[in-house]
Structures are given as C-alpha cells and as structure tokens.
C-alpha cells in the first residue's frame, strides 16, 4: 500500500529494530521485506502480494496467542481451585448478627486473571495493529489529520451516547489512552463467563462438575479470538479508509463537483443510509468530512426522507452515481449493518438499485480481503 510519489520516502523509513522480543524481530523481519520491494503499479488502498502475506501471518499469529490465552487462562481459574481447595476456602464474615460465607479468596483471584488477561489482550492486539499500521505506513502515508480525527470521534461518541467508544485506543503507537479497548474486552470476557456459566449449568448433570469446568476452556478461546478479530478488523479499516475516500471522492468530484443536480442530493443520501447519525464511525467521519469539505456541503442542508422522493427523479447519469455513493457508504467501514441492508433492499424495491445482493456483497469480500473498494 505504497503511493508512487511516496516510494522513495517509505524505502528510506526503515522501522528501527529497537526490540528484543521473538515476536517483535518476526514482524520487523516480514516489515523490512514488505518495505524493500518496490510496487510500481501498487494502487495505495489495495495490499500487494507482501503486504497481504505479511498482514495475513499477524492476523494468524495475534488470534492464535488470544485463544491460548484463553484457554491458559481457564486453565489457571479452575485447576489451582482443584490442586490447593484450602487455599480458596470461603471467609466467614458476620453482618447485622448473620454470619455469611463468602468467597472472597476465589473472587480476589478471579479479579487478578481478568486484570493480567485484559493487559495481555491489550499487548497482544496492540502489537497486532500495530504491523498492521506500520507495514502500510499508516497514518503517515493515509491521514495527515488522523490525530485530530480521533479526538474528533471521541467527542463525538460522548456527545452520542453511543457505543462507538469501544472502538478507541487502537493506535499503533500505543500513545492514546486505552480505555476504550479496556472496557471492550472486559465486557468479553464477561460475554465468555457467562456462556461457559450456562454450558456448565447444562453439561454438569451428565458429566461432573471438573469436566464441565474443562468444557468452558474453547468458549473462552472463541470469545478471545472474536474479540481480537473485531480489534483487528477495525485497524485495517482504519488503514484503507483514508486513502480509499480520498481517491472516491475525488472521482466524484472531477464529474459531478459543479452539477447541481448532484449536489444537493449527497447529504441526503448518506442521512438516508444513516451516515450522518454515526459520527463516531472512524470511516463513516472521514467520507462525510472529506465529502462536505470537497463538495462545500453543509449538514442542515439534509432533509431526512427526501432521498426516496427525490433520487428517483434525477437522471439517470446522476442516479448511477448516488447509486455509488450509497453503496460505497454503507460499505466503507467495513460492516453490512442489518439497517443498511434494510435500505439497500428499499432502493431495490423503487428501482433506484442496479447492484444486486450478490455483486455488494462480493465488493464488501473484497475490500474486506484488502483489494478495495471498487464501486
């Protein structure tokens, strides 16, 4: 992911080989070869043969330490309570004239796992984003404004109430704070007990209660490893985003910017596919900055429920293109929610939609798989 004009630059910012860990010389080592080979007719939001491989090998490599950390870490719950019982016998406290038996010593303990294994998962994913990053020389060579784009979502997501806060603290230099990843494999791992709880709860008559225990160990591993996807996905959306709305919006720009047939309808299609009401999506913030800033758009200009009426009515020309618009906004962030496929099945069914399921949803492998998006 290697612009032209940029090339003799990122051959030149080797990455400093300043670490000592295995994991740490693996990842310099496929960096280097990744920065060493030139990509003459690379496009910048498309990932080479090396890039792929490269991406690929983190990916495998920080979903397979989540799930042995998962497992590791059940592993250490359970079996210690089955070698040394004594040591988490309950406490015995009495309150109000009652005695209660409580079991501190175990919870105390089952409080210090999650803590190392949340820091671990932090470490982990964050050296994960971080190969991710670095290999396509992001932010550098994507978002000049990155940072500012970040404290921007932050606001927004506060401002919004909405979750979109856990998707803060993937920053490759591990230089924002991390409380939005904190909070987000927290609520996991408590997503992952309470499932083993149940599959316990049912398994415990037929099989005793040790090997129900043992049966809870891959639900940890699982929930870690769709954890750590969602961690890693989010990265490289971040990573394609920038570079791929540049490009997008500049081709709309060279054949639409002075029509006012086209104008006036932008604002309303993203308000239709929901766009303007997620400013704390990373890519759904950037396509609508870049849009506004490129077209001098601005966000009362947007009527909601006009897009339906007024699309239709435009020619045909015009159509195709919101067409793209729409398809592209609803795919940049690399999710099909459940209501944009709810509006894409809308504009099918008023024949404003030429793409068919099948064509979007191969778009969306394809940009998912880092050959971009391509509408």
């Given at each position: 992911m290697h612009n032209s004009l940029l090339q003799t630059t990122i051959m030149s910012t080797r990455p400093p080989n300043n670490s000592t860990g295995p994991f740490d010389h693996?990842?310099?080592?496929?960096?280097r070869q990744a920065l060493d080979i030139p990509h003459p007719s690379d496009e910048p939001f498309v990932f080479n043969p090396v890039e792929y491989r490269v991406i690929r090998r983190a990916k495998l490599t920080t979903l397979t330490m989540a799930a042995l950390l998962g497992v590791f870490g059940g592993l250490l719950?359970?079996?210690?309570?089955?070698?040394?019982?004594?040591?988490?016998?309950h406490t015995t406290i009495g309150l109000f004239g009652n005695t209660y038996e409580l079991p501190l010593i175990t919870t105390l303990y089952t409080l210090l796992l999650v803590y190392l294994e949340i820091n671990l998962l932090l470490a982990i994913n964050g050296w994960g984003t971080k190969i991710i990053m670095e290999v396509c020389q992001f932010p550098r060579a994507h978002d000049a404004q990155y940072e500012r784009h970040l404290q921007a979502l932050a606001t927004a997501a506060f401002e919004k109430s909405q979750p979109g806060f856990l998707r803060f603290g993937i920053d490759p230099y591990l230089t924002m704070p991390r409380w939005g990843l904190t909070l987000f494999f927290l609520l996991n791992i408590i997503k992952a007990s309470l499932t083993a709880l149940i599959v316990r709860f049912i398994a415990q008559p037929f099989i005793g209660q040790p090997a129900s225990d043992l049966i809870g160990l891959p639900i940890y591993a699982l929930w870690n490893v769709w954890s750590?996807?969602?961690?890693?996905?989010?990265?490289?959306?971040?990573?394609?985003?920038?570079?791929?709305?540049?490009?997008?919006?500049h081709e709309l720009y060279e054949e639409w910017g002075k029509n006012d047939q086209f104008r006036p309808l932008i604002l309303e299609a993203l308000q239709y596919m929901s766009i303007l009401d997620r400013p704390y999506n990373y890519a759904h913030f950037l396509l609508t900055e870049t849009l506004k800033d490129r077209f001098e758009l601005r966000s009362?200009?947007?009527?909601?429920g006009m897009f339906t009426e007024q699309a239709p009515k435009a020619p045909v020309a015009v159509r195709r293109s919101l067409e793209r618009l729409v398809v592209f906004s609803a795919l940049i962030d690399g999710r099909l929610s459940r209501l944009e496929k709810s509006r894409?099945?809308?504009l099918r069914q008023i024949g404003f939609m030429t793409y068919s399921v099948k064509e979007v949803r191969q778009m969306s492998t394809d940009y998912n798989q880092g050959r971009g998006l391509w509408v």
């Amino acid at each position: 992911m290697h612009n032209s004009l940029l090339q003799t630059t990122i051959m030149s910012t080797r990455p400093p080989n300043n670490s000592t860990g295995p994991f740490d010389h693996l990842s310099l080592r496929y960096l280097r070869q990744a920065l060493d080979i030139p990509h003459p007719s690379d496009e910048p939001f498309v990932f080479n043969p090396v890039e792929y491989r490269v991406i690929r090998r983190a990916k495998l490599t920080t979903l397979t330490m989540a799930a042995l950390l998962g497992v590791f870490g059940g592993l250490l719950l359970y079996l210690p309570q089955y070698t040394w019982p004594e040591l988490f016998s309950h406490t015995t406290i009495g309150l109000f004239g009652n005695t209660y038996e409580l079991p501190l010593i175990t919870t105390l303990y089952t409080l210090l796992l999650v803590y190392l294994e949340i820091n671990l998962l932090l470490a982990i994913n964050g050296w994960g984003t971080k190969i991710i990053m670095e290999v396509c020389q992001f932010p550098r060579a994507h978002d000049a404004q990155y940072e500012r784009h970040l404290q921007a979502l932050a606001t927004a997501a506060f401002e919004k109430s909405q979750p979109g806060f856990l998707r803060f603290g993937i920053d490759p230099y591990l230089t924002m704070p991390r409380w939005g990843l904190t909070l987000f494999f927290l609520l996991n791992i408590i997503k992952a007990s309470l499932t083993a709880l149940i599959v316990r709860f049912i398994a415990q008559p037929f099989i005793g209660q040790p090997a129900s225990d043992l049966i809870g160990l891959p639900i940890y591993a699982l929930w870690n490893v769709w954890s750590s996807r969602q961690v890693l996905h989010e990265a490289q959306v971040r990573v394609m985003a920038p570079i791929t709305i540049r490009e997008f919006v500049h081709e709309l720009y060279e054949e639409w910017g002075k029509n006012d047939q086209f104008r006036p309808l932008i604002l309303e299609a993203l308000q239709y596919m929901s766009i303007l009401d997620r400013p704390y999506n990373y890519a759904h913030f950037l396509l609508t900055e870049t849009l506004k800033d490129r077209f001098e758009l601005r966000s009362e200009t947007a009527i909601a429920g006009m897009f339906t009426e007024q699309a239709p009515k435009a020619p045909v020309a015009v159509r195709r293109s919101l067409e793209r618009l729409v398809v592209f906004s609803a795919l940049i962030d690399g999710r099909l929610s459940r209501l944009e496929k709810s509006r894409l099945h809308r504009l099918r069914q008023i024949g404003f939609m030429t793409y068919s399921v099948k064509e979007v949803r191969q778009m969306s492998t394809d940009y998912n798989q880092g050959r971009g998006l391509w509408v």
